[in-house]
């Protein structure tokens, strides 16, 4: 694909492949985050004290799934482009991630960017669908920059 070809694709919209949020990955997040919030890994506690009906997913946890799911979906970078995070704007998260659940993520190229010659940053308008939920889990514009290597 060449640098035109993705400037092209600006206004397309992109959706993931659906990922399973289990409890077990949850609690893998949790030991390695080291937050242990009951919310997150207390299946019993969570039912009876919260109004969520159970466990949720770390708000972060669902955030840091965009690269994978990207991975199912997103067309392919420029060849020789090296694509590196650069962050995020209007970050919000809208919704909790119950546990149980499966979430995809839907990927709108709203601009992308020249920086300077060989470097463009892309912005992405992101929102993470959880199934049979209306609010999504995650709204954010997400930009990442492409460098082409020399």
Not at 101 to 111: E, V
Request: charged fraction near 20%; proline fraction near 7%; aromatic fraction near 12%.
């Amino acid at each position: 694909m060449s640098v035109q070809s993705y400037l092209d694709m600006v206004g397309k919209t992109f959706t993931s492949d659906w990922f399973d949020m289990t409890q077990d990955r949850v609690n893998q997040f949790a030991d390695l985050t080291i937050d242990h919030n009951f919310i997150h890994v207390d299946v019993e506690r969570s039912k009876a004290e919260t109004p969520f009906g159970g466990t949720i997913a770390h708000g972060y946890f669902t955030l840091s799934m965009l690269s994978h799911l990207g991975e199912t979906c997103l067309p392919p970078m420029p060849p020789d482009a090296i694509p590196i995070n650069y962050g995020f704007e209007k970050l919000r998260f809208t919704a909790p991630t119950p546990v149980g659940q499966r979430i995809r993520a839907h990927f709108k190229l709203a601009q992308v960017e020249e920086r300077k010659p060989g470097q463009w940053i892309s912005h992405w308008d992101v929102s993470v669908e959880v199934e049979d939920q209306d609010q999504p889990a995650v709204r954010a514009q997400w930009l990442t920059l492409f460098m082409l290597s020399a």
